[in-house]
């Protein structure tokens, strides 16, 4: 089944501001990682789409790219959590802007 | 004896180093050992040369001994180099002479008081400076003694550095002198871009025929010159410095501000006689600023009730005779003056100063009185000098000297009636001030015991100073009374005689005896109101007039509002500069534009993603719909 | 190659004297002290070595290949005016490290490590004939500075000391931008990228951008010779900065300021130093008053002799781009005398200040029965800076302003004033500081032994410029006299060239005129 270029990048597009708007509503730092996932997904559905509409290995390869990517930076994000946790006792993004960075 | 010329000038100069460098770890005794010792020397050395000079040198050929080439810059070539000729022998011998008396004075004057050593090192100093300002053979040579007897002065005048008063003072004597040295120094550019050379022989060889008479650089030089001498000289109008330097020790006003260091304008001028002739304008200029201050400064002494101030503005006044008789060309008459000037005057400080001495530092001579009887040798010498200033006729040497500027101030060919006018007034003056300090401190009631009496160390130079005042006249007489030019046929080998109009010695007799007249009627003046006549012990009350001429006709006064006081506001507004306000501006702005920009820099992480994400649909935007 | 071996002398010891404060506050002092000693001792050597008037420019040189890709040298070498700024260089030095002696007492060892660069970089900057490594040393002098400043000063050290940053580091960056516009249009002309001096002199480039890159170039020295109105980083980087570093500050970096003018302004740009001559010279003369006026006002002895330090430096200014032999060997002697007697000035302040813990001249008065040989001393120095004859002061001023009289004389007659202005100035410290009524009874020591061995040393070199100073002007006079040829040469270079086009104009005009006559035309042609 071939699905036409534009709904896919619709697809990806929409997802991609249901991320956006996630990341930019909670602030519950969990739920805010997780919108970051949809969004970095988002861009990945996109490259396979491209990928497959032009016949080109590229997009899958970017794919795996950004699965690998995506996976270190949840790691690094969680363990950067709980030590926010630890420290704030408490996940809202808004306790840890006393660096004012 | 010639060649021994450099230690006439070393001599002081290395007593100095002594003193600046052991001083303070010597006996007062040492001190002034070396400091009496080493002047006396150079004035024996001195008194040997000269003996020399005017045996072996009937022409009056000058001497010239280089020491060592001082800067060699691209044609500016100035030796380290000694002149000796007629007139630079009679300052040395004055200098030293004098001063040697006046050191030997002030051994004892001196003796009780902190800082003896600084006392001699700065005295021994200015002897040096002196020496090497009237000896140098180039301007600039000149020049540095010019600025180091300035610095002496400076220093001795503020030597009791306690009193803010006597800083004041000395400040103000070197920087109205300083005035007057930068026109010099500015004078020396002209010469030394005109001539390539500050060699003063070059300069004056050169000069001739260089410049016409009367052309505009050779005015402007001139006019230069004159304004250092003015500035040294205390003549108008820089003249304010000199009674405030009163502040020094008597021993410094009798040696600096008396006998030498003032008259450094007289000998400037003299030097470079040749400028001023190709000038006439200026040097009649000069005779108007001798006959203007001598006036003034006239009618100021005769206001003062201070004894040295009434000394000081004498001294201004004595040198305006000299600057006339430089005015009208009568060189050796205003060379003969100096030195007979210097006799008396430094003996009347001297005088003066043992009176304040003996009297606890008492200066009016309103508390003064009767004083005759008590000092009986301070009394005589004083009066001889006295007699010498007031130029009481025949019997004293300022009567020789003086009139011979008197007879030539109308006589002279550049000389005119209201000069000749100005300077029989002054002598009526002089006789007068004189006499009324005389009668005022010596004779009438005693008002204050004297708590000590001068010792042999004081006496012995007054006496002999006595004598030289008294005697020195003989050797130059005028024509109808025994025709003696010792002293004018030895300066004329060096500087030109006077060309005069002859008018016969009948007529000249009549202009002496005029002249008498006027010091004798001064005497009288003096006589009528001050003798024996019962003042109140305290400041005289002066009207308006008469504390006018007592503020020495209020140029401090003027000086302060026009100069002083502007400068003083200028600094006080714009202590932190106001240059610094435009970096300060530009700091100040950075600072805002940080306090802007921090602003956005909250710490809120959705914030920034919601920032990102705007900029980037306008990005896109832009990209997309430009 | 001894001169390369100068800098790493200094470098070597300044890390030296960093290991060694972690042992002993001794020992860092003892090392700086010997490292000048030996330098001033090779300096002197190599003074002595040099035979006066030779024909060969440079004294000594030395030339190693740094990034040869881009031209860039390691490139020294010493002529006469360089050998007198390193005289002065490992002189100071040695004062100032005998200045500091007892003053610093954190960090002893970093402390000296910083004077130590500071020092290598001032070496550098008065050898380096490179371009690029100019720039470089330039900048080396620099950061220690700002340490010094920042970590030693006083009260207000960060303000100074930021202050002083921001004002060399902006210029030198001008600097650096016209270096390199002359490193390409120098490319561009012959095909030869390089940052050689020798073989930059004589670049080809039009007269505007020459006065733009010129501008670079005398904008960094200015700032650095603190020329009104670009002075105002002085008062505060002097005033906040520990003794060495005043002195530092002012005997030598100062100079760098005078010497970069001297040896690269007006060699690599003399036409347009010819034209920025008047604005140059009024500048120099607004300095000399407009210092001498705010050092009257001032009532913080450290910021008075900072500002006595922009008036003397309006002198140099002036001296320079008077363009002739005398004015220019009057600027080198100015340099030297400035750096003795403001240093010496600012060692008094110094110490008057570590002792009675104020630098307000309102808090003193009176203190020469308290501290007569401070005192004295103080006379000496003031007089100096006054331009007694006698002293070296005089010399310098003197020859400076008979030299510059010819060139302009109504700016020559207004630095003339400057004379008076110093009289009041300097008489005031005499005046306030140690004359006048005591206004505390302050109980402090006198001058010691070591600061007496300081003092007297400098004395006696002040007066004996002022006596003989003619063995450093004849060292200078070489140098001096190849720079100011450079700079006549191309006023009659451009005056011809401009004979030339008025020439080629008149042809053509007669061209025209006799626009149908061949004949005519052939004629005027050849003419």
Known sequence: MNVPMEQGILLAAILFCLGLTGLLVHRNIIYMLMSVEVMLNAAGLAFIVAGSAWGEADGQVMFIFILAMAAAEVSVGLALIIQMFKKFRSVDINKASTMNG | MKELLWLIVALPFSGALILALAGRKLSRLTCSIIGVGTVSLSAGLTILAGLDFMGNNPTGKP?????????DVGGLSPDI???????????IFVITFVGALIHLYSAQFMWKEDGFSRFFTYMNLFIGFM??????DNLLLLYLGWEGVGLCSYLLIGFWYKNPDNGYAARKAFIVTRVGDTALAIGLFILFMTFHSL????????????????????????????????????????????????????PVSALIHAATMVTAGVYLIARTHVLFELAPIVQTTVAVIGAATLLIAGFSALNQHDI???LAYSTISQIGYMFLALGVGAWSAAIFHFMIHAFFKALLFLGAGAVIWVLNDEHNMFKMGGLRKKLPVVFWTFLIASGSLAALPLITAGYFSKDKIIWLAYVGDKGSVVLWLAALIGAFITALYTFRMVFLTFFGTTKAEPSARPGTGMVIPMLILAFFSFAAGYIELPENMGHVVLFSGFIEKTLPATATIHLGNSTELVFQLIAGLAAISGLFVAYKYYFNKPYPAAVPERNALQNFFFNGWDFDFVYDKMIVTPIVFLSRIDKDDFVDLFYKGLASLARALNIVLSASQNGRVRWYAMVIAIGAILTLTLIFYP | MILIWLIILLTGSGLLAWLAGRWSNTLPRVISLVANLFLLGIVITMWLKSVPGTEGQWVSSYTHAWVPGFGIQ???????????????????????????WKEINKNVGFFHFNLMLVLAGITGVFLALDLFLLYFFWELMLIPMYFLISIWGHENKTYAATKFFLFTQASGLLMFLSILALYFIHGANTGVYTFDYEQLLGTNIAPNVAFLLMMGFVIAFTVKLSTVPLHSWLPDAHTQAPTAGSVILAALLLKTGAYGLIRFVLPLFPQASQQFAPVAMALGVISILYGAKLAFAQTDLKRLVAYISVSHMGFILLGIYAFNEMAMQGVVMQIIVHGISTGALFIIAGALSHRIHTRELAQMGGLWSKVPRMGAMGLIFVLASLGLPGLGNFVAEILILIGSFPSNQLLTILATIGLITATVYSLRIMQKVFYGVKHKEWKIADFGFREMVVMGSLTVVIIWLGLFPSPVLRLSENPVRNIIEKVNQSQTKSAQNEAATTDYMSVRRLMKEQHFNTKNKNVNTKE
Do not use: C
């Not at chain 2, 001497?63 to 800067?71: A, D, E, F, G, S």
């Not at chain 3, 390691?74 to 500091?100: E, R």
């Open chain 2, 63 to 71: 001497y010239l001994q280089v020491l060592w080439r001082w800067i």
């Open chain 2, 81 to 91: 180099a000694f002149h000796l000729d007629a007139v630079s022998l009679t300052f």
């Open chain 2, 131 to 136: 020496l090497v300002l009237v000896l140098a």
């Open chain 2, 199 to 250: 060699n003063i022989r070059e300069i004056l060889n050169a000069a001739p025929g260089t410049w016409g008479i009367g052309s505009g650089i050779a005015v402007a030089v001139a006019l230069l010159l004159l304004g250092g001498a003015v500035g040294k000289s205390a003549q108008l109008p820089l003249q304010t410095w000199l009674p405030d330097a009163m502040a020094g020790p008597s």
């Open chain 2, 308 to 310: 040295k101030r009434v």
């Open chain 3, 74 to 100: 390691i490139k020294l070498a010493a002529d006469g005016l360089s050998l007198l700024m390193l005289l002065l260089t490992s002189f100071m030095g040695i004062i100032s490290v005998l200045a500091s």
